[in-house]
């Protein structure tokens, strides 16, 4: 069973960086892309960053380039989303997720199968 739990949420003033932490097991990294989607209430889910688990194609949305980083550590099972340069519109609930190759490259981790729970982080002006 493939189980995923996200960590290091908070409240950080813009400009600040944060680092979320995900948990994974049940799965290898070498067969499912690992990825994190966003959300605010009441708006459409936004793929954030993903890597495939073929060729470690690594996908980042636009509004995120640039200033935000994910890692993966295989041994340790734990992905990571480093974030920087963070700003108020970035505040939402972070998911981490895994899931298919095809929705990776296509920008889509919110699309993967499995999901952790979300970890709220949310940037002050």
């Known amino acids: 069973e493939v189980q995923l739990q996200a960590s290091g949420g908070g409240l950080v003033q813009a400009g600040g960086s944060l680092r979320l932490s995900c948990a994974a097991s049940g799965f290898s990294f070498a067969d499912l892309a690992i990825g994190w989607f966003r959300q605010v209430p009441g708006k459409e889910r936004e793929g954030v960053s993903c890597i495939s688990s073929s060729d470690g194609y690594t996908y980042y949305s636009d509004s995120v380039k640039g200033r935000f980083t994910i890692a993966s550590d295989g041994a340790k099972n734990m992905i990571y989303l480093q974030m920087n340069s963070l700003k108020p519109e970035d505040t939402a609930v972070y998911y981490c997720?895994?899931?298919?190759?095809?929705?990776?490259?296509?920008?889509?981790?919110?699309?993967?199968?499995?999901r952790g729970q979300g970890t709220q982080v949310t940037v002050s002006s």
């Open positions: 997720a895994a899931g298919t190759d095809f929705n990776c490259v296509r920008g889509r981790p919110y699309e993967f199968g499995s």
